[in-house]
């Protein structure tokens, strides 16, 4: 077994380049979707927001520094809760911010930080993201959201209310602006700059100049629309969707830093195995659920890998194309070939079981990697590939589309 900071596995360093995977790729056409929309109503949503949340508080939890927290007191807050019902209400997200599971900034834990992830951590939401509100607090500092990341809570102080009516960018018939890069600069003309991420998308005031409208929010906590100037590579439209777009923005989260739901209990950002899959697939247009479980049920076409035996699976695996997506049961990797040392992929892994001897030991990752899907064998949670439940294989379109090259759809910037 091999390491170095961002590989793990059998092979040599060039498989840390994304042109090594894409020389032997052998589709260069678009690719179709292979996700489906699986649209849910905001009862549907809220039901299952409830769920989650009844489960977290039938267990002990503590806070950041091991200090009990009584569920008891975590439901009353609930109870004070205004829940809105009748006319829809919706809003834009207008700074980075978390999508919390309760309404409080402060972790959940089951065991002391840092053997645990933050339960009261959903997922980090970006500037543009549209919402639904569905509840608020007493004291309106936080409203309960229904957002493509799923339903949670988010500060008031970073939400614009927007009305009766659905808005995103689309709502002011400008073209688009897509961010390519991990991460990006806004510079409003009047205020503070502000950060988004891969796959966010901005109406372009002046596509040339990097002009776009960025969502704000008056002191009333109403939507204002501003002007800023964005930085980094960004696209006029979605990528074109191809192997190449989709294996090289996944290459560009290369070493980022894990975190589960965005951020650790520690407050450092990063990202998950599910949201480096979403990122990188919101940038050629395809929208994702957030979770693992989520993003295989809505698979077009799933491969069930867990029934099949270790030939089969074998099989499966080497009928793939790069930038299928992989899934365990609680685990999503982008699939990029393999190699006469096996099957390779890129994903964010928090850590991994290592056999030593008699004994095993967990060894931390907490980065986005490129690993064999052998990582873990000999343990007793199994290697990668043993552990495998499904894949969701891309596929090219019928319809090859004439003059269009592999890697452009929008005109992009650097």
Known sequence: MIGTDHWIGNGEPALLDPEYWLHRAVHTGWLKNPFQARPHSVAQAVAEYRREVGALLNRPLLGQFAERISPLELARSLDRTEWLNGVPIYGLIVNRTDLKMLPRAAPLLTAAWPRDLDRNQQSGLEPGDSCQLFASNADCSWYGVITRRGAGWVAARDLAVAGATPVDHHTTQLPALITLDPEHTL??????????????????????????????????????????????????????????????????????????????????????????????????????????????????????????????????????????????????????????????????????????????????VKRVIVSDLELGLGSSGGSLWQRLTGAVPVVGKEEQHEAVSSDRRGDCQR
């Open 187 to 364: 510079k409003p003309f009047h205020g503070l700059p502000r950060s988004a991420g891969m796959g966010c998308s901005f109406p372009a005031v002046d596509p040339f100049r990097r002009v776009v409208l960025i969502p704000s929010r008056t002191r009333s906590g109403e939507l204002r629309w501003r002007e800023a100037v964005i930085d980094g590579r960004v696209c006029a439209g979605h990528l074109a969707p191809t192997v190449p777009n989709l294996i090289r923005q996944a290459f560009k989260y290369l070493g980022r830093r894990y975190a589960w739901g965005d951020r650790n209990p520690g407050g450092r950002t990063g990202l998950d195995c599910s949201r480096l899959v979403q990122n990188v697939l919101q940038t050629l247009g395809w929208t994702v659920p957030r979770n693992s479980r989520e993003q295989l049920a809505a698979g077009r076409r799933v491969l069930p890998l867990g029934e099949s035996g270790p030939e089969e699976r074998g099989a499966l695996l080497d009928g793939l194309m790069p930038g299928s997506l992989l899934y365990t049961d609680s685990h999503a990797l982008i699939y990029l070939g393999r190699t006469p040392n096996g099957w390779y992929a890129i994903h964010a892994c928090y850590s991994y079981l290592e056999k030593h001897g008699d004994r095993e030991k967990r060894r931390a």
